[in-house]
């Protein structure tokens, strides 16, 4: 909900997020009208300025190298507040969140144990 937002992207995508930038704006300013009850009746002040100064780094496969696979990453309040979809970004998520479906794949002998067991199911002590 920032009306400066400043968008980066790598220098190869430069011509098509040049083309699809106005595009994106106008239909976040609609889905703003359409979903928050605030602006219904009000002009949405957005203003996106595409960073041709500093790009994101181009892939490259050198271990070790800093790339980026594609996408964007938005700033704004000078950098304060950043958003990142790049491709890259979302791999890691999804690698985060299948953590623990490989655990279970890799030690099957680890899984823990469901604690909510029935008193009658609980182990009795001598």
Not at 13 to 39: Q, W
Not at 64 to 71: D, P, T, Y
């Amino acid at each position: 909900m920032e009306g400066d937002v400043h968008v980066r992207c790598r220098k190869s995508d430069l011509k098509i997020c040049e083309e699809v930038c106005g595009a994106a704006g106008e239909e976040y300013k609609k889905l703003m009208k359409k979903e928050v009850e605030f602006f219904k009746d009000k002009e949405i002040p957005l203003k996106l300025h595409l960073d041709k100064d500093r790009f994101l780094p181009e892939y490259d496969d050198t271990e070790g190298a800093e790339s980026c696979l594609g996408g964007l990453v938005l700033h704004a309040k000078k950098g304060r507040i950043v958003c990142s979809n790049t491709l890259d970004e979302r791999l890691h998520l999804v690698y985060i969140e299948a953590i623990p479906e490989i655990r279970a794949h890799l030690f099957p002998n680890f899984k823990k144990k469901d604690m909510r067991a029935k008193p009658s199911e609980q182990p009795k002590h001598h």
